[in-house]
Each structure stands twice: as structure tokens, then as C-alpha cells.
């Protein structure tokens, strides 16, 4: 693997530790500063070339790795309605936002709700291009860790210890959305090749386990993809900090995440997340 373009070949956790230059960028203090009053008011000034260096790493990490990681890039304690301006600013020439839920609401604040952190969260792909998630304030367990899986590897590994299972994850089958934001009935192949040559993948596994057409040799192919996926080569851990950027391209990254135990009140965990589409 060379380069910071993987095309057809499929990254592993060990690849991804000792190349956090390709996908993981930090902002100085100073460039923060810049950024922000301009991102604010929408007008380029002293912070262009700080949002040139930004927007050019989104990108080519994007098409690098199919996942970007921007850390610092913007202050957590602003308020929502100036974080949302911001950051809907700093990333208008990637894509746009779209409605990530039945109410039709283009970001969301994502809160423990009834203990439902402490509940992990297994690998899916969401109905969008691409999931943007800005990290307000990470869990105060530690908990929370984003978990990561390129589609590439994953087939890769399939292809060659279980073709017959591949071969079914090939076929179309059934996500049943009823209810959700976006297309209802989503019919497609789970991994299949892209028109960039790239290997691509849907998957939501509670949705698509809820189909009726389920039969024996379908429900072991889920159950040998949930293990694949559980790999330690396979599953690269991300934890947030206050300020980070995280964007995944839905159609070549499988994400997750870890359970946490949260604290009530102003020390909660708090992700602020959008749903886009590719400019």
C-alpha cells in the first residue's frame, strides 16, 4: 500500500495507526481562530487559506480512505445554531445536508437516551453519502469509540475464506425503512463494485434481519459478514475529543460504535450529526 490513495485495496487497523497523516488532520489554535468568524459570517477573509488547507484534506481523505478526521477545527462550547452555521460552511463544497430522520431534521444533538448508550451500536452503513459527526463532548467512561471497517477488506477477506457467502452478500436484498427519513424500501446488494472500481456496501443489520425473505443460508451470510467485520484488523477504534470532525463515506465504510456509561447534565455526551449528499 502506497500513497495516499487506496483504490481497490482494502485498509487494516495496522495501516490506519501508522498513517494518521493520510486521514487524520489537526487545526492550530491560530487557524481555529481564523476560521471561525469567517465560517460565521460566510465571507472568506483572514481565514481562507486555513479553510483551503481544511477542505482540500476532507476531500482527498474522503476519496483516500473513504473517512476524514479534522481535529480542533471548531470550538464545542459555541452554541448549536453557531456550530451548525460553521461547520455547514467549512463543509458546503463537499455536500449538503439532507433529513436524517422522519421529522425532517437536517442536524441533530445525539444524547444518551433512557441508557441507550450502553447499548453498542454494530457496524451499518446509513442512507446518505456521507455521516458528519462533530464531536461536542466525548463520553466521561471513555466510552463512545466509533468504530471504522473498510468494504474493501472486508470483501477481500470474504472472497477468499468464504466465496459461497460473498457470493449471496451479491445479490439484492431487502432494507426495510418504514417509517425513516429517505427512500422506505431500500433493495440492493450488501457489497458489490462501484462504477470507480471501488468495492461498495449498504448495510443496516437489524433492518435488513427484520425481512421475512430471510432463509437459513441468508441469515448464516449475515452472521459470517457481523464476524468478519468484528476482526481486530478489521475494526479500527476512533475516539472523538471535543472539536473533532469525523465525515465517512456510507458507500465504502462501514461504521459502529462502542457502548458508554454516561453522567446527567452538562458533562454528558453530546454529537452533533448530519446526514449529506455529495456536491
Known sequence: MTGTTIDDIGWTSDYLESARDVWSLSVSDDDRRLL????????????????????????????????????????????????????????????????????????????????????????HCDTCDLLVLLCLRPAADGGGTTKLASARHVYDIIARERPDVLALLQEEWRFDRSGRAGQQIVVTPILF??????????????????????????LEALDYLDEVLYRPEIAFG????????????????????????????????????????ER
Do not use: K
Not at 452555521?85 to 439532507?98: C, K, P, W, Y
Open 36 to 123: 471561525w468568524p469567517d465560517s460565521l459570517t460566510g465571507r472568506w477573509g483572514a481565514g481562507e487559506e486555513a479553510y483551503t488547507t481544511v477542505r482540500s484534506f476532507i476531500a482527498n481523505s474522503l476519496d483516500a480512505v473513504g473517512f476524514v478526521n479534522v481535529r480542533n477545527v471548531i470550538s464545542p462550547d459555541a452554541s448549536d445554531d453557531d456550530l451548525i452555521t460553521s461547520l455547514s460552511r467549512v463543509v458546503d463544497e463537499i455536500g449538503g445536508a439532507i433529513p436524517q430522520n422522519a421529522q425532517g431534521d437536517l442536524w441533530t444533538v445525539l444524547r444518551d437516551r433512557d441508557g441507550d448508550g450502553a447499548t453498542e451500536l454494530g457496524f
Open 193 to 218: 463494485t462501484q462504477d470507480d472500481g471501488t468495492i461498495g456496501c449498504y448495510y443496516q443489520t437489524r433492518t435488513v434481519r427484520a425481512s421475512a425473505e430471510l432463509d437459513a443460508r441468508r
Open 238 to 277: 476512533l475516539q472523538l475529543g471535543a472539536g473533532d470532525l469525523l465525515m465517512i463515506r456510507n458507500s465504502r465504510v462501514l461504521h459502529g460504535r462502542s457502548p458508554y456509561v454516561d453522567v446527567p447534565g452538562p458533562q454528558a455526551r453530546r454529537i452533533l450529526r448530519a446526514w449529506m449528499n
